[in-house]
């Protein structure tokens, strides 16, 4: 059986970044960049002033004349000369000729007559031009993703358009017969399909679109017709039909279309029948039909999957450290991934709570849960304080 | 000066919950449960087997006569007596009068006889009816903020639809004659406005829909007119105009409309020009002009007020401990908000490296920066490895 990390490695061995496409800024929350763009402005645009106050020749002492104001979106459009001053207010631009600002805290006024407390350094509270970042830069890089900051500053560098990759298109197709959309009529001994509904929110909160399929039986036609609706997609999700038996169904089914069977099994727990090959050129990833195992799969290869095709790195979500709040027992021959609460301790650090349900079939431990401990194969057990990685969820 | 608690104080005070709306569990990611759900089904809805095996009342010893078959979707339907078993499959119904799971790999098949490999004591390897939830239990509360994972959950208590509270409907005024959207013609010695799209965006990530109302001259006609367009809203979030003089026009011309003034100074840097008040019961945010000092004021404020709005409890975003990376000096009389990168060190902790420019107009730091250093006024000079308090950004 092939370990967590060869089986990560073949899933996103093929993968490459999808292409760009270009938004408008107010579009582009939570996208990746793919193009860097440059400043299309400096930022100050010229020097400026830092705060409130008159702007001298710092060389020409402590006297001046006032001869006019700057202020923001209205700058004093003659020179400043020696003897010279300019009322001046936060952000609006140094008047040519005054190097330097006094503020208004240390200035006396008497009609036009500024009287400083003392004389002034050159440069005194003047932001310089291209301070923050001038024409031409580029501060973000591809493969940002992008936050409420970064869009603050693409419009300060007077872009309002950004080249981000496209969002990868993720097909979800649930099989089994035991199976109903919820609100429809359940089958005898069946179960409401939560499957499709999670994989298509966890895909839409990794940044992709998830196109649902819905349900198809486990039947040949049904199977066929669905997968065909996948054309065109990056990515092709389902879930159920990979266990002993039901995987030679959705593999035959599949294989008519064209599929190329890669791996099926993986030592993993939950989470062991897991399928991946490729229909054409669309990769195909095949979760097992139990929730939490799916969720517990994609968690550990659809998600890295779409890192890579967004571009973001490491396309591997990082593996963090947590202290064990209560003891483990060893672990069995394949890696476990246990739901835990997460406490933040009074140190900085996290503690990590393992439910006590580990059971595959309690979604609502793994609904409850917000991180995965993670139990290499074998692991000894494990006391309460020992150091374990873990997994955060979401 | 009010501090930063007694101003977020002040504007959480008035917040109550918005009203809910029903929506499709396909949209339901990321919103919040109003109504706590309860349980349409059982989870499992009958016991089934947790094992591929057979299904055998556990007092009738080791031999056994296959009398049927029990897989998910098509129970068995008939009932097993004294020395009969039933072929199942993991999640199938347990079929009635067997009691036990003998897994196929301990059990020898001759014909349709089955031997177990020893006796298994009665309810081996079933998951009880309800094990995981029962039909009219709620296992989500209101307040959840709902992740992929809870949209299994309610999936799985067959309930296609949920009651989450509104979005918040924000709308957000920039005001600056310096000022021009990203891509427009800039005025001589004026820049793009980013605070416009920088919160909407802040909107966005935090739950709740921007009505982007644009740019409004500093006049009162520009301001008027804009403000009104802002009716309906459950906030109006406006940036610039608060600083010393242009707060008067800014609050001159929203009195015009009915304007209560709160406060619009708070001892915070960056971000001392912050205007609180009300326009008939919608509550109006003076962010400041400066790109910074709004998006931290956006942070310490806006979405506290939005948390509060959503029904998401605390309303105020956690403070988390960090360790310094570098020496501070000592703080001045406002409490200040340090832009810092993270580093997660191998003992789990976080460490806080404050960046070098902390002036407020350094929009490019502030998008690097993944955490504010929180400094109460007057701290003492901190150094590396002491421990201070920060905020996640994002």
Redesign the interface.
């Known amino acids: 059986m092939l370990s967590v990390e060869e089986a990560q490695g073949l899933v996103l061995a093929p993968l490459a970044p999808l292409g760009g496409e270009t938004v408008p800024?107010?579009q582009?929350?939570?996208r990746v960049i793919a193009e860097a763009p440059c400043a299309r402005?400096s930022?100050?645009?010229?020097d400026?002033s830092?705060m409130?106050g008159w702007a001298v020749i710092a060389a020409c002492g402590v006297t001046h004349t006032q001869i006019g104001e700057?202020s923001?979106?209205?700058?004093f459009l003659g020179r400043v000369g020696p003897g010279q001053a300019v009322r001046i207010f936060?952000?609006?631009?140094m008047p040519e000729g005054a190097d330097s600002v006094a503020i208004q805290e240390e200035v006396t006024l008497e009609g036009t007559t500024i009287r400083l407390s003392g004389p002034v350094p050159p440069g005194l509270h003047v932001?310089k031009e291209g301070?923050?970042?001038k024409t031409g830069q580029s501060?973000?890089a591809a493969g940002k993703l992008l936050?409420?900051?970064?869009?603050?500053?693409?419009?300060?560098?007077?872009?309002?358009?950004v080249t981000v990759r496209r969002r990868p298109r993720v097909a979800v197709l649930s099989t089994?017969?035991?199976?109903a959309?919820?609100?429809e009529p359940?089958?005898?001994?069946?179960?409401?399909?939560?499957?499709g509904?999670?994989?298509?929110?966890?895909v839409?909160?990794w940044g992709a679109d998830a196109l649902?399929l819905g349900l198809a039986a486990?039947d040949f036609d049904s199977l066929v017709a669905k997968a065909r609706a996948a054309e065109g997609c990056d990515l092709l999700v389902t879930s159920g039909g990979v266990?002993?038996?039901a995987y030679d169904k959705v593999k035959e089914s599949l294989a008519h279309l064209g599929f190329e069977a890669g791996f099926h099994k993986i030592g993993m727990k939950p989470g062991k029948p897991l399928m991946f090959g490729r229909l054409g050129r669309m990769p195909v990833l095949g979760l097992p039909?139990?929730?939490v195992s799916a969720?517990v799969a994609a968690t550990l290869f659809l998600k890295p999957m779409l890192r890579c095709l967004l571009g973001l790195e490491p396309a591997l979500p990082?593996i963090?450290?947590?202290?064990l709040a209560s003891p483990l027992p060893a672990a069995g021959g394949r890696q476990e991934y246990l739901r835990a609460g997460l406490e933040?301790q009074?140190?900085?650090?996290?503690a990590a709570l393992p439910f006590k349900g580990q059971?595959s079939?309690?979604?609502?431990?793994?609904?409850k849960?917000e991180a995965l401990i993670i139990r290499p194969p074998k692991a000894p057990a494990a006391s309460a304080g020992e150091?374990v990685p873990i997994l955060l969820?979401?």
């Open positions: 800024l107010s582009a929350l939570g402005t930022h100050p645009s010229a400026v830092a409130d700057s923001a979106g209205h700058p936060t952000g609006a631009v932001r301070q923050d970042f501060p973000l936050s409420a900051r970064d869009i603050a500053l693409l419009a300060a560098m007077n872009r309002p358009w089994g017969d035991e199976l959309l919820p609100g359940i089958p005898a001994g069946g179960l409401p399909s939560s499957n509904l999670a994989v298509a929110a966890m839409q909160s649902d486990d266990s002993v038996g039909g139990n929730p969720m990082p963090l450290l947590a202290q933040r009074a140190d900085g650090r996290l059971d079939a309690m979604i609502s431990e793994m609904a849960a150091t969820l979401d």
